[in-house]
């Protein structure tokens, strides 16, 4: 059994290797950021002549926390230190409880750095290693926050590389804090960023949200230094005369362009300079991104631990041809903002599959969303109804007993109800029709979702399991939910809904002689025994 990574240092004996610090300079960084925190409190206590505690309470937040960061920072720099031997990377940290910690390099998924703009000013990075499953015990990704500029270049091409002979061969790559990305040899440049994406970024209910934090925040910080941003906003038009339409329109084109504003600020910040590129190495490739303005970030992946690309179209921006863009790989985490699994900002659906076509080394015409999969049968479209009916149903009950119960609610109430049905009509035939499967060459493609349509492509190779489910009202429709469990990115990917009849001679196309076991489990249902059993005969 193998050993976690928190107990490999036990099994394994560490060579000799120096142990190193981290960089003095976040210290003195850590302490200007620190004191420039203070300088907002220090305005409003200068400029205000007689400051409430409200009105102050966000600025001395603002000093509070740049204050605690910096003594946090230097008690971290005073007690960590780390080393990278031919084996391990070990790290000790911990003030009150020591913390000793040591990862096997094979264990290694993916090297990232990344730069706020404090550590930029003072030529530092963050170093983040991601070893094994996320989310297991023992496999926490492992941070050096910060080391320098060029001591993070040697760290990321060591442990890429494998070992440090090898080191000096892998490409340094693009300087995302230049803003310019030169190719380097050993590199293939996938994508670049495009500035006509941004209209697929800024258009959203997340505009209005984002607008809703920006007037806030000014509101406090105007009350801060005594001015009064809410009677400068009555005084610009009368409103009175204009009634409450036009303001309410007025309003909401306001706040919309604002978050549409700030939504673009940040979709600049974060993915100016982006580059995406493979990286080859001599022990393999990696899927390099790079990007960001303020803060800078790259991420590594290993591409020998990629199995697929799965590609997601929201359904309310689905007619501008909106696509987000995953890699399905092993040991990079997906419960994030920022997932390592994202190869590509949020863009054109055209671009989306190109880079999904080079990203798995295969020709536009031979890629698995080159092809559009097999369409599922109206039984699945009766299935979807009778759901859509039946919450019809529950919902118009609901508020016609609540109509009666409650005398605020007028009586015609329920009617609301039976208004939902034509909406869960169209999100029945939109589920439907975004069902399909496939195999295309060397990997299984399947396609669901209703709010976002996700067509994942799978190789089938990386599939280990399959999991069948069949309801009641499926078995009388003659449809199952046929699922690929894979050790990578979500775990399991299905077919949903799919003919029952095709299901064991799908499942052997994909893997040969895996669904047998299945067949013979005493555990599954006798219905789905018996249809997989006669269906594995026609195939054999």
């Not at 400029?47 to 946090?72: C, F, K, M, N, Q």
């Not at 979709?267 to 790079?290: C, I, K, Q, Y």
């Not at 589920?431 to 496939?438: D, E, I």
Request: a positive charge; glycine letters at 12%; aromatic letters at 8%.
């Amino acid at each position: 059994m193998t050993p976690p990574p928190e107990k490999a240092r036990d099994a394994i004996p560490a060579t000799e290797v120096p142990w190193r610090r981290l960089d003095a300079r976040i210290i003195w960084i850590d302490g200007l950021y620190a004191l420039l925190s203070l300088v907002p409190a220090g305005l409003a206590l200068l400029v205000t002549d007689e400051p409430h505690a409200s009105t102050l309470i966000p600025v001395l937040a603002v000093a509070v926390g740049g204050v605690v960061g910096a003594a946090r920072d230097t008690l971290r720099w005073v007690k960590t230190r780390y080393r990278i031997t031919e084996e391990l990377v070990e790290i000790r940290t911990g003030l009150l409880v020591r913390r000793d910690r040591a990862l096997r390099r094979e264990r290694i998924r993916t090297v990232s750095t990344t730069a706020r703009l404090r550590h930029r000013l003072a030529g530092l990075r963050v170093l983040t290693v991601g070893v094994g499953q996320p989310g297991a015990a023992g496999y926490e990704a492992l941070q050096l926050d910060a080391v320098t500029r060029t001591a993070a270049e040697e760290l990321r091409r060591e442990l890429l590389a494998g070992s440090p002979q090898v080191a000096a061969f892998v490409g340094t790559g693009a300087d995302v804090a230049g803003g310019v990305g030169v190719e380097a040899p050993g590199e293939r440049v996938f994508a670049r960023i495009r500035w006509s994406w941004l209209c697929y970024n800024v258009f959203s209910v997340w505009a209005l949200v984002t607008a809703g934090g920006l007037l806030w925040g000014g509101y406090w910080l105007a009350q801060s230094f005594g001015l009064d941003g809410a009677g400068f906003v009555t005084g610009l038009l009368d409103w009175r005369a204009l009634g409450p339409w036009r303001t309410g329109a007025i309003a909401f084109v306001g706040v919309g362009a604002l978050g549409v504003l700030g939504m673009a600020v940040a979709f600049v910040a974060e993915n100016w300079a982006f580059r995406l590129v493979r990286v080859d190495t001599p022990t393999g490739a990696v899927l390099r991104t790079s990007q960001g303005l303020f803060r800078t970030r790259e991420v590594n992946r290993d591409v020998g631990r990629l199995r697929g690309v799965e590609i997601s179209e929201p359904l309310l921006w689905r007619w501008m041809g909106m696509a987000d863009t995953n890699v399905i790989s092993t040991g990079l985490t997906i419960w994030s903002m920022t997932p390592a699994t994202t190869i590509l900002p949020r863009g054109p659906i055209g671009v989306a599959r190109r880079v999904a076509a080079r990203v798995l080394d295969l020709d536009a015409g031979t890629s698995p969303f080159a092809v559009p999969p097999r369409r599922h049968p109206l039984a699945a479209l009766r299935r979807r109804i009778g759901w859509a009916t039946l919450v019809t149903l529950a919902v118009t009950g609901l508020l016609a007993w609540l109509g009666g119960m409650v005398e605020a609610l007028p009586s015609w109430s329920w009617l609301v109800g039976v208004a939902v049905l034509p909406l869960a009509l169209g999100g029945a035939v939109v589920a439907w029709r975004a069902l399909g499967h496939g195999i295309v060459g060397g990997y299984l493609v399947v396609r669901s979702g209703l709010v976002s349509r996700s067509t994942a492509a799978l190789a089938r190779p990386a599939v280990i399991g399959w999991r069948l489910r069949q309801s009641g009202w499926q078995r009388r429709l003659g449809l199952a939910t046929l699922t690929a469990t894979t050790a990578a990115g979500h775990g399991q990917y299905a077919a949903v809904d799919m003919p029952a009849r095709t299901v064991a001679a799908f499942a052997e196309q994909v893997v040969p002689g895996l669904l047998g076991t299945l067949v013979a489990d005493p555990s599954v249902h006798p219905s789905t025994a018996s249809i997989l059993g006669e269906e594995c005969r026609r195939v054999g």
